[in-house]
């Protein structure tokens, strides 16, 4: 008999997670980081880390799943100069 964590049990988790990330982030609209917190601390208590990790490798194995992960997002660099248009310095 094999040790350790049942592989199937893993599987249906994870996509059990998946499944609840939708529900969060599509039906009830709710913010990808809160949606996270909820996942991590109501519903699957494990880390929010974890949690990501878990619906990013979901969705590299499933892609026709249509579950996203959070987009990356790419922040503007502003300079000291465009900062002074905002504070009239």
Known sequence: MPRGRNKEL???RNEALCRR???WT???RLR???AIKV???QEFFI???RVMSIIRQFCREHP????????KVKVPKLTA???????GE
């Open 10 to 12: 893993i599987d249906k």
């Open 21 to 23: 990330w939708y529900y």
């Open 26 to 28: 599509e039906v009830q």
């Open 32 to 34: 990808f980081d809160d």
């Open 39 to 41: 996942l991590s601390e």
């Open 47 to 49: 880390s929010e880390e």
């Open 64 to 71: 026709d799943e249509g579950i996203k992960p959070m987009p």
């Open 81 to 87: 100069a465009q900062l002074r248009l905002f504070f």
